[in-house]
């Protein structure tokens, strides 16, 4: 197999990064494109109290298992299926799915650390920022936090203040100035995310000609 083209999408929580990758993933074919997800590589804390929990930074790079990250990365450059327990973010409710990563010709990684870690970012042939004005970005995050991870409101607003504002700053600003494209998104208009997905995965078709853009 060829190596893959990779597309890198990092960006801000709350940005809507995770509504803009369903975008573009719905522009290819199921076996011309695949996504590996940073996410599914914290380093388990399910083992702390619920106060240390609420403590325990998530938005730091050594939150992540670097190493399996990049490992599996490269499993899918040589062809390789990989196997990973999707991660739950502690969620009891929630029961983990295996998943099943397989090779093709588009490679989709995404994260907040990607560009930070540069073993990784050297692997990336296209880059792709989200990003959102902080206001927005909050709201979007209380919303998803509250509703579908279960947290309190002090919780959230403890790990913004402390932990996921800076780590933006720290991790993924400096880096919004390399990337190849940035997406400034304050709106909730789908149409604005499925535009770009389209137009990126129209000008993708003119570099990969063995894929099917939808």
């Given at each position: 197999?060829?190596?893959?083209?990779?597309?890198?999408?990092?960006?801000?929580?709350?940005?809507?990064k995770t509504f803009f990758l369903r975008s573009f993933l719905n522009h290819f074919l199921p076996e011309d494109v695949t996504l590996i997800s940073q996410d599914d590589y914290y380093i388990p804390a399910n083992t702390k109290t619920q106060e240390e929990n609420r403590l325990y930074n998530f938005d730091?790079?050594?939150?992540?298992?670097?190493?399996?990250?990049?490992?599996?990365?490269?499993?899918?450059?040589?062809?390789?299926?990989?196997?990973?327990e999707e991660y739950t973010f502690n969620n009891p409710e929630i029961k983990p799915k295996?998943?099943?990563?397989?090779p093709?010709?588009?490679?989709?990684?995404?994260?907040?650390?990607?560009?930070?870690?540069?073993?990784?970012?050297?692997?990336?042939d296209f880059r792709i920022f989200?990003?959102?004005?902080?206001?927005?970005?909050?709201?979007?995050?209380?919303?998803?936090?509250?509703?579908e991870r279960g947290y309190d409101h002090d919780d959230v607003m403890y790990k913004w203040i402390n932990h996921v504002v800076p780590s933006y700053n720290a991790y993924l600003a400096p880096f919004k100035s390399i990337c190849d494209l940035v997406i400034i998104n304050n709106t909730d208009d789908p149409k604005i995310i499925d535009d770009?997905?389209?137009?990126?995965?129209?000008?993708?078709?003119e570099k990969k000609s063995d894929i099917t853009i939808i």
């Open positions: 197999m060829n190596k893959p083209y990779v597309i890198g999408i990092a960006g801000s929580s709350g940005s809507g730091l790079p050594t939150s992540i298992n670097r190493e399996a990250f990049h490992h599996d990365i490269k499993q899918l450059f040589d062809g390789e299926t990989v196997h990973r295996m998943l099943e990563i397989k093709a010709p588009v490679l989709i990684v995404e994260g907040l650390f990607i560009f930070h870690y540069e073993e990784v970012n050297n692997l990336l989200l990003d959102a004005d902080e206001s927005v970005a909050l709201e979007r995050r209380l919303r998803r936090d509250l509703i770009a997905a389209s137009k990126i995965s129209t000008d993708l078709r």
